[in-house]
């Protein structure tokens, strides 16, 4: 089970391991990972801090513009993101129950759903605030794969 969340509902005993997949972390978190490499970059972070900062961040800004970038990154840097995620893929067979943890309130408009939705495209058992169906965003990775 690949379970995504908010750091403010991580209690470390609840799972066998936690990747904190942001980019930066000023204080670590305890019982968590820190794991960069599955976070926006600094390019794309950036971006979504305009957004926010121009009163532009929604549901829209998100579909439009974050999750393109965020999937696009994926694959871009896919000799560093494949590996992390069929790891988790692995982990998720054995039984392991694994969190991803960010700091974003929303998990709609958090990075995190879309991980969760590259783990469900591939079938793993992942866990979701409200059992929300990610995987479209696999198909939107796998169609970059196909260009
Ligand atoms: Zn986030």
Partial sequence: MIEILN??????????????TVRAVKHPVA???HVPTLSPTWELFHRYRELVD????????FAEVYV??????????RRETFPLLNELWKKDQ??????LVCFCADEALC???ILAGLLQGVGCSVKTEHGTDYSMYYKMLMELQGK
């Fill in 7 to 20: 750091v403010r509902n991580f209690k470390e005993e609840n799972y066998d391991e936690a990747w904190l």
């Fill in 31 to 33: 019982g968590t990972k």
């Fill in 54 to 61: 121009s009163g532009q961040w929604n549901a829209q800004s």
């Fill in 68 to 77: 393109p970038e965020f999937i696009g990154e994926m694959y871009i840097y």
């Fill in 94 to 99: 054995k039984g392991k129950c694994i969190a």
């Fill in 111 to 113: 990075h995190r759903s």
